[in-house]
Nanobody, 120 residues
Framework: QVQLVESGGGLVQPGGSLRLSCAAS????????MGWYRQAPGKERELVAT???????NYADSVKGRFTISRDNAKNTVYLQMNSLKPEDTAVYYC??????????????WGQGTQVTVSS
């Protein structure tokens, strides 16, 4: 059993900042990559940022220069620092983990989501 516990969402004014956290726990041998995705009302889920075990990062063009993804491998935790937030960043943000269990089978797992609302 694996859990992804997300935190840090909330309401913020345009131009403000938020920091999301996602901690993975359970039967995890290794985490190969973690990331953040988001889904706004009426839209499909889209990639925000990902980070591999080797710290290679990838960002959506819409967040480059404003968002920073990082991870703490010792804590199996990924962070998303979001600065200069815009109303169009409003969405449910989902944490994702690609991990291997102790049988070295690979899984793709999602968190429950955390709401981010950018509004004055």
């Amino acid at each position: 059993q694996v859990q992804l516990v997300e935190s840090g969402g909330g309401l913020v004014q345009p131009g403000g900042s938020l920091r999301l956290s996602c901690a993975a726990s359970g039967s995890i041998f290794s985490i190969n990559a973690m990331g953040w995705y988001r889904q706004a009302p009426g839209k499909e889920r889209e990639l925000v940022a990902t980070i591999t075990s080797g710290d290679t990062t990838n960002y959506a063009d819409s967040v480059k220069g404003r968002f920073t993804i990082s991870r703490d491998n010792a804590k199996n935790t990924v962070y998303l620092q979001m600065n200069s937030l815009k109303p169009e960043d409003t969405a449910v943000y989902y944490c994702n983990a690609l991990y291997s269990d102790y049988d070295l089978d690979e899984y793709d797992y999602w968190g429950q989501g955390t709401q981010v609302t950018v509004s004055s």
